[in-house]
């Protein structure tokens, strides 16, 4: 969230927007981060954290290695997807972040730690 409120809607000209939403679904929590900044793929480009838009950052790719560490510890399914939304003429209109994490009670927690 700190990336969408410091990067993607500091830079947005006119009132930003930020929406958040947490849902079970089965086993899982899915958090949904939704904002109407300027996008991640222009804003990344153009503070030179990527080189192009295909080029994933480096605070992305490190979260991503931390999900797949989880993942392996906890044999578990956290996930991570990053949506840069559009709008006419493939215009960036925001981003749309959605996390995944197993829902764990103490004492699943406590068997998968021991």
Known sequence: M?????????????SGQLDIE??????QLVCTIVDN???QESMDVKKGLRHS??????GVT???????VLNSLYDNSYDLEIID????NNTSTGTKMIITCPI???????????
């Open 22 to 27: 947490f849902e079970k679904q089965d086993d």
């Open 62 to 68: 490190a979260l991503k290695s931390r999900l797949m």
């Open 2 to 14: 700190e990336y969408t409120v410091v990067h993607g809607l500091r830079n947005k000209e006119g």
């Open 37 to 39: 900044g300027i996008g």
């Open 104 to 114: 764990m009670y103490e004492d699943e927690f406590a068997k998968n730690v021991a």
């Open 85 to 88: 939304l559009k709008g006419e």
């Open 53 to 58: 838009e295909d080029e994933e950052i480096l």
